[in-house]
């Protein structure tokens, strides 16, 4: 039996909120200015559920932020977890939610807070988080979500990105990967 690294989410009174699973966080600086930004975020080992897949923006970011997509690499091919085409995310500000709500086939889901917003399931859904499975390449191989987006000139930022997951094997677990700007 693996190791988890993860925790619960806790309240103002310290009680578990276990909905979304175990959490795993990382806070990423944007500053990437090359055409395509590709940011590993979690690293999968085993087999997990995940629950929750969402990023906060902490720091407004800036101009010419597009094309805002979840992937999963296993080193080899590439898995798209949200739509590969994207979702501008240009000067999104402080306290903007982004989030997969839906099919691989959709777009990563964007709240801005510019002004008051809300966003809710469809009737077809059954909570706001789209959960699925996940399984690391094979024990030898890194196999992580990254963040990918596009830009032609520096762009600044912070998001804090949240995985929330079930382990499904014995091994099942999710750890933040490198740390690095981007």
Known sequence: MVAVNAAYWRDANHVPI????????KQVTINGSSATVNVPLFTITGVVQ??????????NLGTNHTAAYWRLQDQTAQVDITLNTGTT?????????????GLAAAALTKVDS???????PTTLETTYF??????????????EIEYVYTTNQAT???????VGFIPLSSDGDISVSATAAY
């Open 50 to 59: 995940v629950v929750a897949l969402y990023g906060i923006v902490t720091t």
């Open 18 to 25: 276990t909905y979304n699973g175990l959490d795993v966080r």
């Open 130 to 143: 789209s959960p699925f499975v996940m399984a690391q390449k094979t024990t030898s191989i890194k196999t």
């Open 114 to 120: 510019v002004a008051g917003a809300i966003s809710e």
């Open 89 to 101: 995310l240009s000067s999104a500000k402080a306290g903007s939610i982004i989030a997969k709500k």
């Open 156 to 162: 600044v930022g912070v998001i804090e990105f949240h």
